[in-house]
Structures are given as C-alpha cells and as structure tokens.
C-alpha cells in the first residue's frame, strides 16, 4: 500500500470506508495517484461507469448507481491526493466542479431522454429545439466547489413556447419544471451508492416561493421589480454550467449575460451597496451565533465566524459591487482573482492582500480536511484533540497548539481588514451628531441648503440620500467648526452635483474621511473642485493614498504596470464582446483616474509626498503617452482584420511625433496634444500608395476616439497643424517626404518657426525603427549651419507676430507672450540651437529648456549667470502660470504688480538677453 493511500485511510473514515468495500479500487487508485486530476481523467471516470453508447438505455436504478459510483471513484482519487498534500488548493476546487459539470450533464441528458418519448422536447418560436440553462451560483460558480459542497443552482430557459416531437404537447415551462426535478432526484436520492451532489435551489427568483424554473423574459422582469441587494451579491458568481457550449467568454449565453450584468453591475461607483451587505452579514453572522448557541460544539466556525471564509468572500465582493460597473476587470468569480486585481487597481494594500490570500488558502485547506473525514459538509472544528492533531499533521504543525495559533492569527487578520474596509456599524442614526456649529453662522450657506431642499430636484431624491445628504452637512459642521462659508457653498454645489447619484452620498457618509478630503480639495484649487465636479466618479480616488516613487526607476516601473493594467482592462473589455465604447469609456476613465492622482500630489496635503512642478509635466507627458500608444494599438487591431494585416503597429512603420508643450514634456492640465504622423515604407512590405489609406483611416479613427465626447468625457483635444504644410498637407506623412521638407528639398519646404518647433519634437509612439529615423533627421536639420543674422531675423519676426496677436489689457500682462516672459525665453533657445547645434551635438538633446539654458552655459554661449537667472525666470513664470491654472483663471494672465518687483526683475533677465543676443546683430 502506498503511504498517500495509507495515510488517508487513517485520517478519513469516508476513505477507509470506502476502501473497504471495494477493494479492487485500491491498486487502480495507487497506479493514478501521482497524476494530478483534470478534466480528461475525471470525464473517463464517467466513461467508464456510464459509456457513450448505452448509458441512455440503462434503467433508473442502474443510471443513479453507476452515477453515483463514478462520483465516488473520483471523489476518492481527489481525497488521497488533497490529504496527502499531493494537491494544491486550485486542483481540488477545479476537480470538485469538474465532477458537478460531468454529473449535471449526465442528469440533464438523462432526464430530457426520459421526458422526450412522451412529451417531445421544448421549442422556441424558429422551431428550434432550446436547452434548460443550469446556472451554478456561489462556490460553483466561481468554480470554488468545496469537497463536499452544496452546488447551487438556477434553472433558466430562453422562452416560452410548446414541446414537439413526443406523444403528447406540453408547455416549454411544464418540460424544464420536469426535467427539473428529475436533475434534483438524480443527484440528490440517497442510495445505497450514496448521493451525487446535494442541491439548493433557493437562490431562484422568490426563493423556495417561486417557481423552479423561470423563462429568461420572467427573470428580466423579476431583477427589474423585485431583484434585492442581496441577490446582486449572489449573481456576481453565477455562470452557466450545463450546457457549457452554450457560453460565451463571459460564462453565459449572450442574452442571459445581458440580463445578469445590467442587473449586478451598476453604470457608475455603488456605495449604496455597503449597507445591504452589511446587513446581510450581520443576518449570516446572527444565525451562526444561534447554531453555535444551540450547538456549542459547533462554536468555531471556520466559514461563517468571526475572521471566516465568508468574511473574505464578502470583502472582495463587496469591491465588485461597488466598482465592477467601471473596471471590468473586477467581473470575474473567483475569490482569489478579485484580491489579486484590486490589489493590482491600488484598491489595497499589497500586504492585505497576501494576508487573505494566505488566509483564504489555509481556511479553504483546513475546510477541505474537515469535511474528507465524513464526506460531510462540516466547518467547525471536532471537539477531539485526537482528530485536531491529525488535522494540524496534514497542514504541516507540529502539534495542536502551532496549528490554533495559526489558524487564530490568520481569523484575526481577517477579522481586522473586514472590519476597516467594512465596518459593521453604520452611521445610520444622524440624531447622534450634535454639531458644534451651527447653520446660523453661514447665513448664505444656510439660505442655499433651504433653497437645495426646496427644489424639485431634491424633491425626487430617495429618503435614504436626503438621510445620507444631512448627515454630511452636519459632519462638516460638527468637526469643521472653522470652515469658511466660501467653503460650504463651494460644498453644497458639489453635493447638487451627485446628491442624484445616491452611491457618492453613501461613499461620503461611509467613509467621512472622504468629506474630509473634499473640503481639502475644494479649499485647495478651484481648477481642481471644477475637475471632482465634472467627474464625481473621482471621489472614490480621494480615499486612495498614493506612495512617492522615489526613483527613476520606480517611476518607469509604475508606468508599465500601469500600460499594462490598462491593456489588460481592454482585452478583458474585449472578451466580453462589448463595444468600443466601452473601451473608450475605460480609457476616459483611467485617465481622469490617474490625472487626479497626479493633482492630488502636486497639491500636497492629500498623498505621501508632494510632487514639484517639472514631474508635475513629466508625470501628465508620460500619461499622455500611454494613453496615445493604448488608443492607437485598439484601433489598429480594429483595422487589421480589415486591411488583412498580422503585424503589430509597433512593428509596422508607423509613428507619431510629439511636438510643443508634449513634445517638451511640459505638458499641464488640459494641455492640447500638438501630434504629426509619419510612416516608413521601408518597414513594410506595402507600397507608399497602399500604405497612405491605411494609415490615415488609423489615424482619423484615432483622433476620432480620442476627442469624442463620450459619457465619461474627452481624453484629449488634437492639434496636427505642425505636420509639413499645415492644414493644407497630407494627414499623414511619408519619412522621406517628411525629410524633404524639413531638409528644403523640393517645392515645399518648411520654414524657421518649423525647425524652431522641431527643437521640441520628440517620438512618442508606435514603431521605435520609425522614432530612431526621425531622431537621426531632426538632428540631421537642427544641425544644419544657418546664417546668424538671418536666422535672428526671422526668430524676431515671429515673436513680434505673437505679441501683437496676444495684446493684454492696460492692467494685466500675459506670463507667455508678454515681453521678456516664457515665450521669449523658449525662442532664444531655439535660437541658440539652430544658430549653434551644427557645432555643439549636445545642444540637440530635447532635455528641457532649463537644463538647454545650462547647456548653452556649458557651450559659452551664454554665461552662467545669464543661464540661471533666466532658468529661474522661466521657472517663476511656469509656476505662477501654473498657480493660475489651479486657481481656475483664464491662463497665464496676471496682475502687472501682483508679485512685487519679483516678475519685473525677472523679465528684465530675460529682456537682457534677448537684447544681447537678437537685437544687437
């Protein structure tokens, strides 16, 4: 006898027992039990017991025998390898519902023979024979079957309708009412052989008061009237598990998934969900306490006490719930997965999610142990030390005591994120609050909040948000007791912005830290209040706690992972067979997300550190050119299939050309994006002519999905009015029509102020063989040698043209344009670039205007008390631009004498120079 075999025998009297009565199963075992149990092993099983040719003929007895027996040969073959520890935690919970998949087709095929002689079978309105769709909720669902699970199910059919075929017509809902039944006998009958699976059908519309099957039209109609929060809970699992061919990527048939998502998964943040969790588990927790009472032996409930299985279900859940409506990546069943992807998201901290995960693991382990004894659906711990040392043996303990440390460590913990991501008593009583403030001190505030709840549109608001909108007025009031009034209005504007969206005022009264945060934010940046107030869904951001990336090389590293979760996010988008809208709207919404989160550093106050303003423009660049790079790749494998195409666009000769302020990475809050589009023919085995229409229809689909107002907004506003002739050129341009023009060769040619614009150009996506071409001609055509003079000439020219197209009122000026501010400072770099670069290579890096000016330094073109007292004018001029911004002003307009001598002295720096180098030649 083997040792696994032996050691299960005397750990589980199932086995032993089993064993026992069947010898010969024993060698056939120990032959096997090395090899890890799929899904080939287990369907053979089934084979053997019931084969292909003759099992439909078999009588009842003989079906539920063989059935059952099958059952128990690969229950057993499961056993000996889960308590031997020859299998890990995914090939037990996969085996278990690989078994229920194998018994609910066996059942499902047997009944509908049974019924189809006397009744035909069931039709839909295309004469079309229709299956009964067997919905597996919870645990097999999610394909987490414990071994020795209940399987929850659901009968569905597609619609109504009569059968054909038989001796007798009946109703498509009297056939699968029957088929019905018989599935739950087959499986459920206690025989001498035992039972296959025990099953629950309560989860059905109207539970154990419904009827036992319901059309796919009674099922819409019941989610729509009658569906609760609680049953929202229970269908994230659900998916169909007979028949499997039935089911798209998205577990379902294409219209029952239609129907299961809109009702689970709301269109925008769904705190209002919390509550209703809450008290399901209060109610879950309340009768474990009950059994426990009545049963103390059964006191220590590894699935549904204190720091359970059931608490860790609920946590993860409750992030799908709340969020699966916008990250699609969260609409998927196993328990693990979603702790993995909301750890991914940043949702929560790494270390909690390694501590559920361990401890999902060792409960689901010790859970499996208790039930292999009896092959009895068992989760608290026997009251026999005997047994509990055995138990401890097989998780690897010495002995009893390190086991129920480990086992109490691991509930602690789960207990304890359970109970600060989720906490059990609400904040349902407002009457509690007592503020220290009161309303008659803000007599404006006060007016307003009347004229708010006097309005119609407050008037059509639930009574839990009206609760949910006192609640947070009072907050502030009670522990803000120093707030502005300014503050408050700005407050109730943006509470007149969501209160019709009851989830933020649930997120709001959950978790008050989040009121805490807003008044913060509203205090700190009108440019940011507008921004939460576009799009409330950032409110949850708030709540995220962002750590410094200290490093260059973190903040590369972040930057991929974060291209790559995007880019996960939209293949999972694409698997579910949504539209592109529904990419787009996920685009629109990382964005937004991830802008947020750069804000909220660059104010300071909200994350671990504060970002200065250059990683500001470094950070907003970066994410632009992610989200250029996402958008193209999606939109050229839209095309491929069109234009028959396999390569990548990355490996195609395409590439687009960053110019102004995201070519200097300089980019700002709702910069536009200056884009040129070039190609190499020489990278593809197309022509130039077949190359053109596929690329401009690339990029005109781009720019399209790009800029399109959806219902989550815009990305960006494009400008390709830098491409060779402007408006009047080609969309998309060839690499050497591209360096004909740069070059002056040819009719067309381009002008200074083009090459000026070239000095801040930069590859930013698509094929690096087409970005190392174009650097290699940009250096090649800002290193041409230029005539001084004329070159001076026509850099003055141009900065004359934007002063008088800029002029500013007598009282302000503009930090751009005005004399001796940005713009002038940017032209004499460019200037010294083109005059010199020809001689000096290192003036052609595109490093930045700061560091050019040190640069021109270190090339004696200018001194270095010119370099840094200009560097420190451009840096003064960029942050007050920026301060302007965030202030929510018109941008880069400012008071003459509003910073003292600070901008006058300044300017004159840069006037200085200017005068030494442009107007003196």
């Known amino acids: 006898m083997s040792k696994p075999i032996q050691i299960s025998k005397e750990f589980s009297p199932y086995v032993l027992r089993w064993l026992n009565a069947n010898p010969s199963w024993e060698q056939w075992l120990e032959d096997r039990i090395d090899e890890p149990l799929e899904h080939s092993q287990l369907a053979s099983i089934f084979e053997q017991e019931l084969p292909q040719k003759t099992w439909l003929e078999f009588d009842e007895p003989n079906f539920l025998a063989r059935i059952r027996m099958a059952r128990q040969k690969a229950m057993l073959w499961l056993g000996i390898r889960d308590i031997a520890n020859l299998a890990q935690l995914p090939e037990v919970m996969q085996a278990v519902t690989e078994i229920a998949h194998l018994a609910l087709r066996y059942a499902s095929l047997y009944a509908q023979n049974a019924l189809f002689v006397q009744y035909g079978l069931p039709q839909n309105q295309y004469a079309q024979p229709i299956p009964l769709w067997i919905i597996g909720m919870g645990k097999l669902g999610a394909k987490e079957l414990n071994v020795s699970s209940d399987i929850d199910l659901i009968f569905v059919y597609e ?19 029957l088929q019905g039944k018989k599935i739950i006998r087959y499986l459920t009958e206690l025989t001498p052989q035992g039972f296959v699976f025990r099953v629950d059908m309560r989860l059905r519309p109207n539970g154990d008061a419904g009827p036992l099957v319901s059309s796919l039209e009674m099922l819409e109609e019941y989610f729509l009237v009658q569906g609760r929060e609680w049953e929202r809970y229970a269908w994230i699992k659900a998916r169909l598990v007979y028949p ?222 009206k609760q949910n909108f006192d609640f947070i007025l009072l907050y502030v009031l009670d522990n803000h007791p120093e707030i502005r009034e300014e503050t408050l209005l700005k407050l109730l504007d943006f509470l007149e912005v969501i209160f019709r969206r009851s989830s933020y005022l649930s997120l709001l009264k959950e978790y008050p830290k989040a009121i805490d945060q807003v008044l913060r934010l509203l205090e700190a940046s009108t440019w940011a209040s507008q921004y939460l107030m576009k799009h409330p869904h950032l409110l949850d951001d708030l709540l995220l706690i962002s750590t410094e990336k200290t490093s260059e090389q973190d903040i590369e590293t972040y930057w991929v992972d974060w291209q790559k979760d995007l880019e996960h996010k939209i293949d999972f988008i694409l698997q579910d067979d949504q539209d592109e809208e529904a990419v787009w709207n996920t685009l629109r919404q990382a964005h937004q997300s991830e802008l947020f989160q750069i804000l909220l550093a660059d104010l300071g106050g909200f994350s671990t550190y504060q970002l200065p303003l250059e990683k500001v423009s470094d950070q907003l660049s970066k994410l632009a050119d992610i989200i250029i790079t996402v958008t193209l790749n999606f939109v050229w494998n839209g095309l491929k299939k069109k234009y028959q195409i396999q390569d990548s666009l990355n490996q ?128 090649e055509v800002l290193s041409i040698a230029r005539d001084g003079k004329e070159l001076a000439q026509e850099v003055t020219v141009m900065r004359e043209k934007l002063h008088f197209g800029h002029p500013s009122a007598s009282e302000t000026f503009d930090l751009k344009h005005a004399a001796g501010t940005m713009i002038d400072i940017e032209f004499m ?65 400012l008071e003459e004498h509003s910073q003292g001598g600070q901008i006058e002295e300044a300017r004159r720096s840069v006037i200085n120079l200017w005068q030494r180098l442009l107007s003196n030649i």
């Not at 619609?159 to 007798?168: R, V």
């Not at 050497?736 to 002008?751: D, I, L, M, R, S």
Request: proline content about 2%; aromatic content about 10%.
């Open 244 to 465: 499997l061919n039935a089911a798209d990527q998205s577990g379902f048939p294409a219209n029952l998934h239609a129907v299961v998502s809109r009702f689970v998964y709301r269109k925008y943040l769904d705190f209002g969900i919390i509550d209703s969790i809450r008290r399901l588990h209060r109610q879950i927790r309340h009768e474990a306490n009950l059994r426990a009472h009545q049963y103390p032996e059964r006191a220590f409930d590894i699935k549904l006490g204190k720091g359970g299985i059931r608490e860790i279900e609920f946590l993860a859940q409750m992030f799908q719930l709340i969020r699966g409506g916008q990250e699609i990546i969260l609409r998927t069943r196993s328990t693990v997965e979603v702790i993995q992807h909301i750890e991914r998201l940043q949702l929560i901290p790494s270390k909690m999610a390694q501590d559920l995960l361990t401890a999902y693991h060792f409960l689901r382990k010790l859970e499996h142990l208790l039930q292999w004894r009896n092959d009895a659906q068992v989760h608290h711990l026997p009251n026999d030390d005997e047994v509990i040392t055995q138990i401890a043996s097989r998780l690897g303990f010495a002995n009893k005591v390190q086991f129920e440390k480990a086992l109490t460590d691991h509930q602690a913990k789960v207990a304890y994120y359970f109970s600060e991501a989720f906490t059990l008593e609400s904040q349902e009583d407002n009457s509690q609050l007592s503020p220290s403030g009161s309303f008659e001190q803000y007599p404006e505030f006060q007016q307003k909040v009347e004229q708010v709840k006097s309005s119609n549109r407050f008037a059509l608001v639930s009574e839990m948000s």
């Open 159 to 177: 619609c109504d309708g009569i059968t054909i075929g038989g001796k007798k017509s009946i109703s498509n809902h009297e056939w699968f009412e």
């Open 652 to 779: 195609f000769g395409f590439g687009v050309i960053a110019y102004g302020k995201l070519g200097g990475k300089e980019l700002g809050y709702g910069s536009d994006l200056d884009l040129v589009f070039i190609y190499d023919e020489s990278c593809t085995p197309l022509s130039s002519d077949d190359l053109q229409p596929i690329f401009v229809t690339l990029v005109r689909k781009f720019i399209f999905a790009i800029t399109t107002a959806t219902r989550t907004g815009v990305l960006y506003d494009i400008d390709t009015r830098l491409r060779p002739n402007g408006e009047a050129g080609l969309l998309v341009t060839s690499l050497k029509a591209f360096e004909n023009y740069q070059k002056n060769v040819g009719a067309n040619t381009a002008w200074v102020w083009e090459h000026q614009a070239l000095t801040r150009a930069r590859f930013c996506a698509g094929d690096m063989r087409v970005g190392a071409q174009f650097e290699k001609i940009r250096n």
């Open 829 to 893: 770099i460019q200037y010294l670039i083109l005059k010199n670069a020809h001689q000096f290579p290192a003036l052609l890096q595109n490093i930045g205007n700061i560091a050019l000016l040190q640069e021109c330094a270190n090339c004696q073109l200018i001194t270095n008390e010119e370099a840094l007292k200009v560097a420190n004018a451009y840096r003064l001029f960029r942050k007050l631009q920026h301060q302007i911004r965030l202030e929510g002003n018109q941008i880069g307009k």
